[in-house]
Each structure stands twice: as C-alpha cells, then as structure tokens.
C-alpha cells in the first residue's frame, strides 16, 4: 500500500500520487496513474500504471479488474458460488473444471511435495480447528490435533490432465489462500499491460507488490512488530520485474489465553507457525513468490533456505521471534542504501516540560466499506495543530489525483504550501494481508522538523473526502501531559469507527 508520511526518519515519504514521468514510449511521454480501492480479495487493492494517456491507463485499470473479479468467481473459497466452491459440494466424480482451477490445484499439488508436506491445501482443517477451539477459549487437544494432521496426510484429490477433470477423494476442507492472489495478480497484470499505450505496472493486493513492465518500484517491507502503517519499515527495497510477497503472523491469529497463535499452520505437526513472524519473497514469478512466503513461515529456517535456493531468482528476508533477522546470499542486492537522517532544525527553547518520549498517541481508523463491494478509497488527511491553530505535524496523507487535494479544504488551508514545496517520492509497503479499510496511524511526538513538541494541548484532525461522496472531517483536542487518554470519535458516512489513544510505547508487539 502506498501513502504520504510527512517527515518520516530516513526519508520514508509514501504518498499516493500521479506524479511526473517515470517511463517513457516512442514520442509520448509515460505518466503515472494511481488507483486505490477496499474490498478486494478480502483487502486492499492498489494499482500503478505508467500509460502515455489516462485514456488508456483507465481501460488498462478496467481490464484490470475484470480479471480479479473473473478468477475471484473461479477461485474464492469464500464464495459459495465459485467454481471452486461449487467443486467442492460436487461429490468424488471426477469433474471437468476450468483451466485456471486445474492450473492453481495443479500448482499446489507441486508445492505440496516441493516444500514436504509444509504447504498443502488441507491445512484448512488445522486452521478451522484452532479457529473453532479460539472461540471456546482454550487449545485443542492432542487428540483434535493427531486426528487433523491425519485428514491432512490423505490424497484429497487426483487430476486427470488428458480429460482435466478433478476428482475430490475426501470430504477434509480446502483453501487455495497460500498463493491464489498472487496467480490473480499475475493474471491481472498480464490483463493490464495488454492494453495499447501502458508500458509498466504495480499491483498491490493486501501488502504483495507485482512490479512488472518499464517500471521501477521502491517498495518498503514492514516491521512486524509495529502496528502502524506509519512505523519505519525493517528494509527499503528497489524492484522491477518481480513480486514481493510478504506472510506473517502479526495481523491474523488468535489469542488463546493471553497467548497469540498465528493463523498460519504447520499441517503436518497440526500447530500454528512459531519460529518466523514475518518471511519476505521476492521471485520472478508470482505464484513462486506467495507459496514461498507462506512456506518460510512453517519450515524450519535450514529447510526454507533450502527451498528458495532451489527456485531461480528468488531471494528472501525472514524474521524470528527470537529477533534474529536471516537473509538469502541475494538480498542485499535488492536493497536501497540507507539514508542518513535528515539534519535536525534546533528545537525552540521553552520553558513548557518537553514530550515524553516513551509515549505516543495511536489513531485507530476503519473506512466504511460495503460488505461485498468493492469501492474506491477516499482521500484521507490527519495532521495535529497546536493551541494557536498551526500546524505541528502531518501525519498522513492518502491521495490519488493531486488536482482533486482541494477537496480535502481543511488539510489544503493548513498544509497545501508546505506539502507542495517538499515534494514526494513514491513508494509501496509489503506487508502481512490486514483486513479491508482498517488502519492504525502514530504519532510519536515530533513535529514536522523531527523535534519532540512540548507537552500542552493540541488538536487532532482527520479530514476524509469521497469522489462523488461526502465530506467528513473530525477533531479530537488532547492535552498531553502524563496520564493516558483514550477517545472514540463519532462514526460518519465515510468513517465506520475512529479511535485516539495518547498511551505509554509498547517494548514490543509479539
């Protein structure tokens, strides 16, 4: 996902934004298109196009979309009436099926036996057991666990490539999540560039980035034991001609008697995933880039390493809960250089106590979405004012079409002269898929020149303006002293539910 971060550390500025020419074809220069969109694939969709016209980059984005939406009827175990759920209710006669359900069955078949068993399309039965037992508060037992691992451990289906038919042989529960959406961006991308006129791409489905065509993209990976989109990311990346997917177990799970147990499980020990908490793939090829992704959560670092070895072009990063941070022989190449911080402006002596660093103030923001619709993002500006109405920080800016930032007039009035002169560059995070229109903002108590503020009273907006929509704008006044505070704010036609904490830091997520 990409977004403006006003004054990050090291320069991290990652706005949404159609911005100058980055690719050029014979003649006419290449512009950049942006659009966002909730409820995709269960998340948040973005997509780039570098196009010589917004002509073509719109029939591109079209083609786009009706591709997701084509392969998400074929493909979504979510929906009852996909083909791949209707399959399922189908019976064990061998049933001719599309093209694309053989392929992506066919490819997990592949990854089941490549990654030992630790990638398999049942491990849906591991994963509704832990999820049911969540909801009696307690673990499931060794003996719900050793019968899962053996439903698990059967064929669950045979494919007939001369007839390409597939034949379900159990009754077990299956999912394609492991790498579904990366064969759907892929396919989409391939959609995308088709169209006459567009020269390079982004797609971005739930934190995995498809970078494809003339195009290079800056993509930061995100730390996983920060919970805001916001926090400074782990690694800042350079890429064209591959995707990055990223899987994790900090935005899914469960919480089982104060304990967190990751979503992601390891079907043949029947157990949630431990020793990695966040595993990021780079590949050539998309599918290659999801399934590893998942794999290096669940195998054993050795065996992982193993495993990407084995795939050309693949390299990857991995996170342990036990703070070891592992690499492939490849990655560094990928890497950016890291960039100095900006020098600090000498902070203005005052007699008022400083901020105390060791708290901050979290936003807690959920967009309202339709349940099944997928819609267009809003632009979305949060920025804090002091007692005397100026402007201390900017804390994020969501935008597309920089012609259409006036509607926001709030954050325009108080930040369009400054936002203009410093300029943006673009960028994406990868990230663990998160849930469709929720965020989480921080503000650690610096202004837009990096010095912490004095403690006193300041003002929290949160402007949203909708396209075709409706304008919505809150304000939460905080005096920051010592003792925390907590505020819900008033739910709006574009806003589902806000929060603002002014809260003591957490040492750690995890």
Not at 100 to 125: M, N, P
Not at 291 to 306: D, I, S
Not at 445 to 474: C, M, S, W
């Amino acid at each position: 996902m990409s977004f403006s971060f006003a004054n990050r550390a090291a320069g991290f500025l990652l706005p949404l934004a159609v911005l100058g020419s980055l690719a050029f074809l014979p003649h006419r220069a290449s512009k950049l298109y942006v659009s966002d969109y909730e409820n995709v694939l269960g998340t948040s969709l973005e997509i780039k196009l570098d196009a010589d016209a917004e002509a073509h980059a719109a029939q591109s984005e079209s083609a786009a979309l009706r591709e997701v939406d084509r392969l998400n009827k074929i493909l979504s175990g979510y929906d009852a009436n996909s083909e791949f759920s209707r399959w399922l209710r189908a019976g064990k006669a061998p049933v001719a099926v599309s093209p694309e359900l053989y392929e992506v069955l066919s490819l997990f078949e592949q990854w089941r036996l490549k990654s030992g068993g630790a990638l398999d399309a049942s491990a849906e039965t591991v994963g509704q057991l832990w999820r049911d037992a969540a909801k009696q508060h307690r673990q499931p037992t060794a003996d719900e666990i050793a019968a899962a691992v053996a439903t698990v451990h059967q064929q669950h289906y045979v494919l007939n490539a001369q007839n390409h038919t597939a034949q379900r042989l159990t009754d077990a529960p299956l999912r394609l999540n492991s790498f579904a959406k990366s064969y759907i961006m892929n396919k989409a991308a391939e959609a995308a560039l088709a169209t006459p006129g567009v020269s390079g791409l982004v797609v971005n489905i739930g934190g995995d980035i498809l970078v494809r065509g003339a195009h290079t993209e800056q993509v930061a990976v995100s730390n996983p034991k920060a919970d805001a989109e916001n926090d400074l990311p782990v690694a800042q990346l350079q890429v064209s001609g591959k995707t990055i997917a990223t899987s994790g177990n900090y935005r899914r799970g469960e919480l089982i008697g104060g304990r967190w147990y990751s979503h992601i499980v390891d079907p043949r020990t029947g157990r949630p995933a431990r020793e990695v908490i966040s595993a990021t793939v780079a590949a050539d090829n998309a599918t290659d880039a999801g399934a590893l992704a998942t794999a290096l959560n669940v195998l054993p670092t050795a065996e992982g390493e193993a495993l990407v070895a084995a795939v050309p072009g693949a390299e990857y990063m991995l996170l342990t809960a036990d703070g070891r941070r592992l690499e492939s022989a490849g990655w560094k190449k990928l890497e950016l250089p890291a960039t100095k911080p900006a020098a600090k402006t000498p902070a203005t002596v005052t007699k008022d106590k400083p901020w105390n660093p060791d708290y901050e103030v979290a936003v807690n923001l959920e967009l309202a979405t339709i349940e099944g619709m997928r819609v267009h993002r809003p632009f979305v500006a949060v920025w804090v004012v002091d007692e005397k109405k100026q402007p201390v920080r900017q804390i994020a800016l969501w935008y597309n079409k920089p012609r259409w930032l006036d509607d926001m007039r709030f954050w325009y009035a108080t930040y369009y002269t400054q936002f203009s002169a410093a300029g943006s560059p673009l960028s994406s995070t990868t990230s663990a898929t998160r849930s469709p229109g929720k965020y989480t903002l921080k503000w650690d108590g610096k202004d837009d020149k990096g010095n912490l503020v004095p403690q006193g009273n300041y003002t929290l907006f949160i402007e949203v303006a909708r396209e075709h929509g409706t304008h919505q704008l809150l304000k939460q006044d905080l005096s920051i002293k010592k003792q925390p505070l907590h505020f819900d704010l008033p739910a709006n036609t574009e806003v589902a539910s806000a929060s603002v904490d002014f809260r003591k830091k957490a040492n750690d997520k995890q």
